[in-house]
């Protein structure tokens, strides 16, 4: 059984940092493509960064040079550090596994940026 349980929100001041963790368990991280989306209140869900298995990573615009996506093959673990953040980054974080049928996905770290 895949699960994948994220950690790490919180409420922070703009400019501040955070860093998101996604412990994975029923599938090896260094093999498989991992990526995290956001979901902001009315909005669609949308993909923020995402790690392949050799290594490359891609961004979304809106938060390039701000974020990125690392993994911890040791412990199964993937990490996504947010800098300088925004009010408009406030949303749920989720982490998200491929898998053979459809796509697993954790319960989500709820992110908050105040102004």
């Known amino acids: 059984q895949v699960q994948l349980v994220e950690s790490g929100g919180g409420l922070v001041q703009a400019g501040g940092s955070l860093r998101l963790s996604c412990a994975a368990s029923g599938i090896i991280v260094s093999i498989n493509a991992m990526r995290w989306y956001r979901q902001a209140p009315g909005k669609q869900r949308e993909l923020v960064a995402a790690?392949?298995?050799?290594?490359?990573?891609n961004y979304a615009d809106s938060v390039k040079g701000r974020v990125t996506i690392s993994r911890d093959n040791a412990k199964n673990t993937v990490y996504l550090q947010l800098n300088s953040l925004k009010p408009a980054d406030t949303a749920v974080y989720y982490c998200n596994a491929p898998g053979p049928d459809y796509a697993y996905w954790g319960q989500g770290t709820q992110v908050t940026v105040s102004s």
């Open positions: 790690s392949r298995s050799g290594g490359s990573t």
